[in-house]
């Protein structure tokens, strides 16, 4: 295949895998994303059934995901998780948390202003009808159902400040045959530590709750369920794909995510048991096995990378990028790395954007200046064409003496092209989903915030603009007049699509700054084959003189 026809078809397939990647999620969401969003906003309620999984403790204790095992779920009795009575009140210079009468997080509310939103109101992360962080379901289903009809109770005060130092919470339930005691020590970050005691053995099992919903973006994004086992392997059942039987043993490390926060146990010296229940639209439903005396690590609130790895480094693998996170979380920590120097987002992205440009350079160069010089044999291997139709073995060997001769490499242009769309799609991942991007300023007045769209559209229209202006620079050779339209289009639908779907402004800067990072080195390259040329031609001369 020739090298203007594979690059063509290389830079299609790039712009058809834009639309599908990107695109695709924003313009056909998941209903169940949009239910999610209706009931959150609505404020309905909705009664769900209790299901305690199996003990983990049946199958091996590998800490991956295990095959599926034939025993009886318990289904015991259906409770109304909207209708909040609440026993304790926790608040910090950055959340306030609302702890219920079933010894459950059952609110969850940010308090900064950059987690607000355009009405001013604060956000709240946990949905009014999903399963709460902290609740207990026991095997037994008459005990179960008890727990869910008799009131914890609480000795201390109602209200609790964390603001200056961590406070602790003790929360009794009696029942028929036992009693449970949780106490909860919750620091001003979010972090905080569980112990659960019960006066005689029982089978139960504590849940981190349904993945958080503070997030109605229609982008394709990871949401779900996260496991690290033992063997530091970092699993992840995306929201629709739980099958209801998955279980891990001695996992360190369990989150119910959403895209910028998330609600997580940890147990780095015992590990934990891991069971997955199947919930409704086939959401992921993360417990943990039990024990008379258990103790947890727990987190809930926004997936900081500084404050993850303050209470402790390991859980900064809770912060999730899905397909292309073994490429998207090297680029993280690069950002984070750039951010720390120059503390302003904006500027990290353009200095990271040409860093890649600067390490990629060579490669860049190589396959442009091939392109220039199979741009110039153009003309020449159109002849070849016409002279030997029908004879596609003598062609092939004509052109390979021609590019031999001429110094091109037909498959020069096609790599850095190649690395470009990893490149690309794992950026998109890190700048879509990194949390610190938030509230992040860029140029006051303006770009206020680069998780949001550009409120003017400024910059959608530089991308169009940087990519039509890239367009007449780059050389090209099209034969196919409807790849020709399609190509010089481009700019205008590129554009338009990201004025219509509200593309976080982080993302864009990326893209124009890579237009533009990506002109300059075209001018050199330009620059550099004119003089190549220029000193090719003279030699000729020389020689034939």
Request: proline share 6%; glycine share 6%.
């Amino acid at each position: 295949m020739e090298q203007q026809d594979l690059n063509k078809r290389l830079i299609l397939a790039l712009v058809l895998s834009f639309f599908v990647f990107v695109g695709y999620g924003y313009l056909f969401p998941p209903q169940q994303a949009v239910e999610n969003t209706k009931q959150v906003a609505n404020g309905t309620t909705t009664t769900t059934q209790h299901l305690a999984p199996t003990p983990a403790k049946q199958l091996s204790s590998s800490s991956s995901i295990s095959a599926p095992v034939t025993s009886q779920q318990v289904v015991n009795a259906p409770v109304v998780t909207s209708n909040i009575v609440s026993l304790v009140e926790v608040t910090s210079s950055t959340f306030k948390m609302n702890i219920d009468e079933f010894g459950r997080i059952a609110r969850f509310e940010l308090l900064e202003n950059k987690y607000r939103d355009e009405d001013g109101n604060n956000l709240q992360i946990l949905g009014p009808d999903k399963v709460k962080p902290l609740e207990i379901r026991f095997s037994d289903v008459q005990l179960n159902n008890e727990a869910f009809k008799i009131p914890y109770t609480n000795s201390g005060s109602a209200i609790v400040d964390v603001s200056s130092g961590a406070q602790t919470i003790t929360l009794v339930q009696k029942l028929s045959s036992l009693s449970v005691t949780k106490k909860i020590t919750i620091k001003p970050n979010g972090s905080y530590s569980i112990d659960v005691s019960t006066s005689s053995p029982a089978p139960y099992f504590m849940t981190p709750g349904h993945r958080p919903m503070a997030d109605d973006s229609m982008y394709m994004l990871v949401r779900g369920a996260l496991i690290k086992g033992n063997d530091d392997i970092v699993t992840t059942i995306e929201d629709g794909d739980a099958e209801g039987h998955e279980k891990v043993n001695n996992a360190k490390i369990v989150s119910a995510f959403d895209r910028y926060v998330a609600s997580l146990f940890h147990s780095f010296d015992k590990g934990m048991d891991v069971s997955i229940l199947k919930g409704t639209e086939g959401d992921p439903l993360i417990f943990i096995e039990g024990s008379q005396n258990l103790h947890l690590g727990g987190y809930i609130g926004p997936k900081d990378h500084e404050v993850l790895k303050s209470i402790n480094p390991e859980l900064t693998d809770a912060i999730e990028f899905g397909w292309f996170t073994f490429l998207s979380r090297p680029f993280y920590k690069v950002l984070l790395w750039i951010q720390n120097i120059v503390d302003n987002w904006g500027w990290t992205i353009i200095l990271f954007t040409l860093l890649v440009k600067l390490i990629l350079f060579p490669l860049s160069y190589k396959g442009m200046m091939s392109m220039q010089k199979l741009k110039d044999l153009a003309p020449k291997m159109k002849d070849l064409k016409e002279k030997h139709k029908g004879d596609s073995a003598k062609l092939n060997a004509q052109m390979m003496e021609m590019y031999k001769k001429n110094g091109a490499n037909p498959m020069g242009g096609c790599l850095p092209m190649l690395l470009q769309i990893p490149v690309f799609f794992a950026l998109y991942r890190v700048l879509l989903n990194a949390e610190e991007l938030q509230g992040a300023v860029w140029i006051p007045g303006w770009i206020d915030n680069l998780a949001i769209a550009d409120p003017y559209y400024v910059l959608p229209v530089l991308m169009g603009l940087s990519m039509w202006f890239q367009q007449k620079i780059t050389p090209n050779n099209f034969t196919d007049p409807m790849q020709e339209k399609i190509f010089q289009w481009f700019p205008v639908i590129m554009a338009l699509m990201f004025i219509i779907m509200p593309f976080p402004s982080g993302l864009v800067l990326y893209w124009v700054v890579n237009n533009i990072f990506t002109i300059g080195q075209q001018y050199i390259i330009n620059k550099a084959y004119s003089k190549h040329k220029a000193a090719a031609v003279a030699t000729h001369k020389k020689t034939k003189d």
